[in-house]
């Protein structure tokens, strides 16, 4: 679920990225609802045509919109404050305080969702002891230089009143430098990004959803295969019409909290899951491509930074907070009462590993 | 401005419609080619495309009707797409039971009709135990195959060993995509060279041998039946 919004806001930010092009060649008041669909569309019948010419377009339209952003960054001249960044007049004091910052923290995790698919890499790879810390920095480096040359261009050109709800910030930062040029990139750039992250959205969600219909956590029609393509075509088209009718909400930060709540519940069950993992097969009983050696250190920051985020959710998002709280609350009874009797959980688990301690 | 914008944007569209067809033609190509070294080896070889117009080589070896055919598997990902070769032996004499031994599996399988069968058995001490064995309605006797399993799983490209009441059918991997290519573009591009006939020729000799142990021994229990 948390890709399946992921990708609903992606698209809302497509659409209303095509409003304000337009706006700018003089058509006010586009409809975004049919960019929406478009771009759903579009990118589900990628997926329904094959995962590898997805990835591939992700990987090339990403680069891209990374360059641009990188292009933008130098065009600010960012060693020379009040020339073009007027950080000193725009970036005042904290307008809510600290409590400002804990209330923001659900879009900075939303930010890093999907970071930890590095690790689920890990069996993957020729040396995991190697390639998951190399993999897990260089992920997070990429996205730590993205976000501080978003959050330093923009808090350097717009005020933060307006940045709270702007939807597509780094475009504007270019529509406000005056170059065509940089506009017309950074328009590209923005779809690009959005549209990169919506198709992998769309690929990783109906990938998990095929997986669960496999494993009977829900119903196997939607574990079968396309004859021809050989894709989870079911999983993928039934998740359009979801994406779709949440991206024609219109509301960005609602579709995004969902988003993250749903990514939020998952973090926080990893947290006592790698604990309990760690005492059910300790070092040394099963063999292990890395361990981490500051265990549990991980799991209780991953914790702290969860019930963190819980609590910035409830200061600004209570009403939504509580919603998909009861949603998953409801769907656990319903999978416990009803769905989890036909789970085969002898064909999930097949690798030889002793019996877990204390079993 | 807007015009040579345009225009751009037409000889970019025309460049890559060009250069897909180019690989669609391409991949075709190499396709087809796949079995050219296998078609000696079977009597009254027969050559069609299966609905992912992925090749087919069907004909004759030692007394049974085989077929050959392969899988791209994509959809996993994360990981370099395997080229699965399957080896099909159709059934003299129909046997009694199924059974489906998939070794390392994922739940992924999506060429194993076995993700929807009830049965589990425990797999014997002397086979791969990082595995599956499943069953559908009734099991085929663990017997009749046990002498050839930890053989025939030696090799860790063997995959799978499916069992059904009119065929006998082995999974192998005989191919991986070009690693280069999956790690840079996830691009999922075989090696274009035709698959070796002898480990065509190794395999189905396995697989007749497996079949024809099970179909003796349906024919011993017909025979004292009568």
């Known amino acids: 679920m948390a890709y399946t919004m992921l990708c609903a806001a992606d698209a809302l930010v497509v659409g209303d990225l095509m409003k304000s092009g337009a706006e700018v060649m003089g058509y006010a008041n586009l409809d975004t609802k049919p960019f929406v669909v478009l771009t759903v569309a579009f990118l589900a019948w990628l997926n329904y045509r094959g995962v590898f010419a997805t990835l591939t377009l992700n990987l090339v339209i990403t680069f891209l919109a990374f360059t641009s952003l990188i292009v933008l960054f130098l065009a600010v001249d960012p060693l020379h404050q009040g020339v073009v960044l007027q950080h000193q007049a725009l970036l005042t004091d904290l307008p809510y305080g600290w409590i400002g910052v804990v209330a923001a923290l659900q879009f900075g995790m939303w930010y890093y969702l999907g970071i930890e698919g590095t690790c689920q890499a890990a069996e993957e790879v020729r040396s995991a002891g190697r390639s998951i810390p190399l993999g897990t920095m260089g992920g997070m480096m990429t996205l730590l230089v993205a976000a501080t040359i978003t959050w330093f261009v923009a808090t350097g050109l717009m005020p933060w009143q307006y940045l709270g709800q702007a939807v597509t910030p780094m475009y504007d930062a270019a529509t406000l430098l005056g170059s065509s040029q940089l506009q017309l990139m950074l328009f590209v750039a923005t779809a690009f990004a959005a549209i990169a992250s919506a198709n992998g959205c769309i690929n990783d969600a109906s990938r998990a959803w095929f997986s669960l219909g496999r494993d009977r956590y829900m119903p196997v029609f939607f574990g079968a295969i396309h004859p021809k393509y050989r894709t989870p075509y079911r999983s993928v088209l039934f998740l359009v019409p979801i994406a779709i009718s949440f991206a024609f909400t219109g509301l960005l930060d609602q579709v995004i909290t969902f988003s993250i709540l749903s990514g939020l519940l998952g973090y926080t069950f990893m947290t006592f899951n790698m604990i309990k993992f760690r005492k059910m097969w300790p070092l040394g009983s099963i063999h292990r491509g890395y361990i981490h050696p500051f265990h549990p250190i991980p799991a209780i920051t991953l914790l702290t930074l969860c019930c963190a985020t819980y609590f910035a959710t409830f200061l600004g998002y209570g009403a939504s907070l509580l919603s998909i709280m009861a949603f998953y609350i409801l769907a656990s009874i319903w999978f416990v009462l009803r769905r989890y009797k036909f789970v085969k959980r002898a064909d999930q688990f097949t690798m030889p590993w002793p019996r877990p301690k204390g079993y | ?226």
């Open chain 2, 1 to 226: 401005m807007n015009i040579v914008v345009l225009l751009l944007l037409v000889v970019m569209t025309v460049m890559l419609y060009r250069k897909y067809s180019h690989a669609v033609r391409y991949k075709a190509d190499a396709r087809s080619r796949i079995f050219d070294e296998c078609s000696p080896l079977v009597a009254n070889p027969q050559h069609r495309l299966d609905k992912a117009n992925l090749p087919i080589l069907e004909g004759d070896y030692d007394g049974y009707k085989v077929s050959l055919s392969i899988v791209e598997d994509t959809l996993g990902w994360r990981k370099v797409p395997p080229l699965w070769l399957l080896i099909k032996v159709e059934a003299n004499l129909q046997s009694a039971g199924t059974l489906d031994f998939i070794v390392r599996p994922s739940n992924n399988e999506f060429y194993s009709p076995s993700w929807q069968w009830n049965g589990n058995l425990a797999i014997p001490a002397s086979w791969p135990q990082h595995a599956i064995l499943k069953y559908q309605h009734q099991a085929a006797d663990l017997a009749l195959i046990n002498a050839f399993i930890p053989q025939l799983f030696v090799d860790a490209n063997m995959k799978e060993l499916l069992i059904m009441p009119n065929f006998t059918r082995l999974t192998y991997m005989v191919k991986q995509a070009e690693r280069g290519e999956y790690l840079i573009m996830r691009n999922a591009i075989y090696e274009n060279t035709p698959i070796s006939i002898d480990v065509v020729e190794a395999l189905l000799k396995q697989a007749i041998a497996i079949r024809l142990n099970i179909e003796n021994s349906e024919a011993d229990v017909l025979n004292q039946a009568a």
